[in-house]
């Protein structure tokens, strides 16, 4: 029943704002969005933040799965505790951002798998490698500040190796592993 509430709601509060049944340009609220990373060492687990991420993303609110999204992120802006750690992960064996300073991943289109859960099909690149990446995430219509914005939220894991993050001494997942999960907690607004 709540969901059907969502949908009645969303749809008079797309309806009052004037979004027609075309595509929509929704754009990152970084104050309002985090985007972070997980990852072990050893047993001990450790959690970091990408602060600087910008996307746009085109939805056509009549027809969701008509969706494009471009996703930028400033790898050189991560956030640690340690600043050991960020020097670490800024080198030439883990992202090298003098080489490669950002990651992005775009998707084209998407499936409806629930009533708000969605899945983009896209490519994902860190360094010089670019992956296909099916990007499952639970979209829900909000309001900001008195302004329509939905809040996209999702899990995945990403195989470090498989974007090169990882050579030499770092390419052993003996103390660091191979997955790494990011979690998504985004606001957009309308444009």
């Given amino acids: 029943m709540r969901t059907l509430m969502q949908k009645f709601f969303l749809g008079i509060a797309l309806f009052t704002t004037g979004v027609v049944a075309n595509a929509a340009e ?3 609220d970084p104050g309002l969005s985090q985007v972070i990373f997980e ?3 050893g047993t001990d687990p450790y959690q970091g933040r990408f602060s600087n991420v910008q996307a746009n993303f085109d939805i056509d609110p009549m027809s969701p799965t008509s969706c494009k999204f471009d996703v930028t992120i400033n790898i050189e802006d991560i956030e640690v505790d ?3 750690v960020l020097d ?3 080198d030439y064996e883990l992202f ?3 080489t ?3 990651a992005t991943f775009t998707a084209e289109k998407c499936r409806l798998t629930g009533v708000n859960t969605f899945e983009a099909d896209g490519t994902l690149t860190i360094r010089d490698q670019t992956n296909p990446m099916t990007f499952p995430f639970e979209l829900n219509i909000d309001t900001c500040d008195g302004q329509v914005c939905f809040n996209l939220v999702s899990e995945v894991e990403l195989l470090r190796l498989e ?3 990882g050579q030499g001494y770092w390419a052993n997942t003996a103390e660091v592993p191979n997955e790494v999960t990011v979690k998504v907690d985004v606001y957009a607004m309308l444009q």
């Fill in 82 to 84: 340690s600043p050991e």
């Fill in 163 to 165: 974007y090169g993050v």
């Fill in 100 to 102: 490669w300073p950002s």
């Fill in 26 to 28: 929704w754009v990152l």
């Fill in 39 to 41: 990852y072990s060492y």
């Fill in 96 to 98: 090298d951002v003098d």
């Fill in 88 to 90: 670490y992960l800024l």
